[in-house]
């Protein structure tokens, strides 16, 4: 091997353009949960538009303007009725717009394309907010940012250098088992970390982080399914160096499902909910 071989990936322009927008969004991301509140809604609903008009451009490009606006009505609606403490209506008005969207896109067939990107994409939002509002929600939300952050750096770090044995390369060509191992490796041994630094088990949140690396890697090759099955390479071009605002957050999306589900089933463990 050349000098320098195994570091060739991260010598490259594109690599530097990722890493720059890696860094302006952490710290928007960031600012956002610090702040927590207003700040942390507003951001969120930023991010959910994003993500809904990127999932209806690659999954209903002949829509028109009417999936949008139902899209953004059911972002704004859903969101102000968690932020003011109405969640049964906020869960009410959620699978309502599940069930208008998908009656609307069925005129063109395939309904379930609606429904899913909706429930999928607000679903983890709202409760995102909700954890964040909990006791401990600042610690619980800066675990799950780190963790996921930590596993997607891993995965493509390690991925990048060593290569070798494809992941699944019907769905995801360029995954690895390698990367597989070191997004799991390094989200694990973040969340020790941050564990320890918060004072709470290492091994509570070791084996919560354990599982939310093996879930965001789920969820990546989750979207990178449904990227092939529209027939799209990214799922936007928002973000330079990593496509849209759905292939940045996929993994993020599935973990926040999962790890509010656990605190659900076990609010002894990792906190109330």
Not at 27 to 54: K, Y
Request: charged share 10%; net charge positive.
């Amino acid at each position: 091997m050349k000098s320098g071989g195994l570091f060739r990936p991260f010598q490259s322009r594109s690599f530097v353009v990722r890493v720059i927008s890696a860094v302006v969004l952490v710290v928007i991301a960031l600012a956002a949960v610090f702040q927590g509140g207003l700040l942390f809604i507003i951001v969120s609903w930023l991010f959910g538009l994003a993500m809904l008009l990127e999932w209806k451009n690659i999954s209903d490009p002949k829509g028109g303007i009417l999936p949008d606006i139902l899209n953004g009505a059911a972002l704004t609606f859903t969101l102000t009725f968690v932020a003011i403490g109405q969640i049964t209506m906020a869960g009410i008005l959620l699978f309502s717009f599940v069930v208008i969207n998908c009656l609307e896109r069925a005129r063109r067939g395939s309904a379930w394309r609606s429904g899913f990107g909706l429930l999928y994409i607000l679903l983890p939002l709202l409760l995102l907010i909700l954890l964040r509002d909990q006791s401990g929600g600042l610690a619980l939300v800066l675990f799950i940012f780190v963790v996921v952050w930590a596993a997607d750096s891993g995965a493509y770090i390690l991925g990048s250098m060593i290569r070798g044995p494809k992941l699944w390369p019907e769905i995801s060509p360029n995954k690895t088992w390698s990367g597989f191992f070191g997004g799991v490796a390094l989200g694990t041994i973040s969340g020790v970390a941050l564990a320890i630094l918060f004072g709470n088990s290492p091994i509570d949140f070791g084996g919560l982080a354990f599982v939310l690396t093996i879930v965001a890697s789920g969820g990546d090759l989750l979207i990178s399914r449904m990227k092939r099955h529209f027939g799209v390479k990214d799922t936007g071009d928002t973000i330079p160096g990593h496509g849209g605002v759905i292939d940045r957050m996929d993994a993020f999306l599935a973990s926040v499902l999962v790890c509010s589900a656990l605190i659900y089933e076990f609010p002894g463990v990792w906190g109330s909910f």
